[in-house]
């Protein structure tokens, strides 16, 4: 302020009524190409597993014990959810999106808390859960897109 007699209520911040959250026609076009980017490079790769045969397996997470950061036992079974089978859930049809809730969440022995915290925040509000599942129905193929 540098010795200057400026009144401190010209100083303070607009209040929070007048301050626009619109995002500006760049951002907003940005993000409409990006998605349709995505959506497409998911397309490329549901047909191709569609015309190999074969199931969708991400680079970054395999199925394998270094993708649990060595924290599981040595008995893990990876499986995919078609390969789940009780006689609970043989009647009841396979979703990747329904309405969640916190309670759904539960943490097992992986050490994920962080991660199983965040989902049930998230769980709390369903629009937000819709807005983050982009693929909503099952993909045989083994790909789905999540929005971050």
Known sequence: MCQCSRSLTALSPPAPAAISR???EPSATLRHTEEEQARM??????????????????DSFPPTDRSLHGNAPNDVQWLRPTQIVSSASSEVKWTVFRTPLPSDISQGILGDC??????????????????VMVTRDVCYEGAYQVSI
């Open 22 to 24: 619109h995002q500006s």
């Open 41 to 58: 490079k998911w397309q490329r790769i549901v047909d191709f597993c569609r015309r190999t045969g074969d199931k969708f397996v991400d």
């Open 114 to 131: 962080w991660l199983l915290s965040a989902l049930a925040v998230l769980a709390e509000r369903d629009d937000l859960v819709r807005n």
